[in-house]
């Protein structure tokens, strides 16, 4: 029993070292009676603010109902962890991971989707230069050919998901890369690191592109916050 108690503990720890780390990138969180927690970020734009790509109502229901229903059972999953790291029931940790990943990883995705996004008259849209604008004509060729790219597989992505612009750290490369459900970047390898991402949940786009994707995909781009994803893959390169 003791041996199982210490290795449930440090899964545990090894989830709340991944939760610190998340925090940084501006995932709010909060200490609990010991127990690391996560709240709702507030968006720096108004819901409304990224007309007419994206609607106001959809923004507001994306933000308070499903990224805070994420943070919700994310929160309610670190506590049975706890519980059950702390009476050594290695079953029910096992049992929770998908729990955790699924909704652990809600939280992460949506907060960097957030960052992903900005205003027009604040600069969404806008193409990117310096180096990653480089890269992006190195690796695919011209922005217009990545946007068509991304389009592509996040259209012909079966279900729910999300499409990602990201940097192989050990190719040095960037790649299109996509993921099922909520499962964030990082099951696909730590190497990948995340600069873009769409969510292709219907829940995104559904109430005022009804169930055409690609028309979501196609408008997407004028509201891109390029700034963000410059800033991230220079950190990361320099």
Do not use: C
Not at 163 to 175: E, F, M, N, P, T
């Amino acid at each position: 029993m003791a041996l199982r108690a210490s290795a449930a503990r440090k899964t545990l720890g090894n989830w709340f070292r991944v939760g610190k780390s998340m925090a940084v990138g501006g995932l709010g969180h909060r200490q609990a009676r010991g127990l690391q927690t996560f709240s709702l970020p507030d968006l720096p734009y108004d819901y409304g603010a990224l007309e007419p790509a994206i609607s106001a109502e959809i923004m507001q229901l994306h933000h308070q109902k499903h990224h805070q229903t994420y943070i919700t059972n994310y929160n309610k999953a670190l506590e049975q962890l706890d519980e059950a790291v702390n009476k050594g029931e290695t079953a029910k940790v096992v049992h929770l991971q998908s729990a955790i990943k699924f909704n652990g990883g809600g939280h992460v995705n949506h907060s960097i989707f957030w960052k992903n996004l900005k205003p027009i008259a604040e600069g969404g849209g806008e193409p990117p230069h310096s180096a990653l604008g480089w890269a992006i004509d190195q690796d695919f060729g011209s922005l217009e050919t990545l946007i068509q790219k991304m389009n592509a597989e996040g259209a012909a992505l079966q279900g729910s998901g999300w499409v990602w612009l990201a940097l192989d750290k050990d190719a040095k490369k960037l790649r299109v890369e996509t993921t099922a459900n909520q499962d964030p970047l990082i099951t696909k390898g730590t190497n990948f690191i995340p600069l873009l991402g769409i969510d292709v949940w219907e829940h995104a786009y559904y109430l005022q592109y009804k169930n055409v994707r690609p028309d979501y995909l196609k408008n997407i781009w004028s509201v891109i916050n390029w700034k963000y994803a410059i800033e991230v893959y220079e950190n990361e390169v320099a």
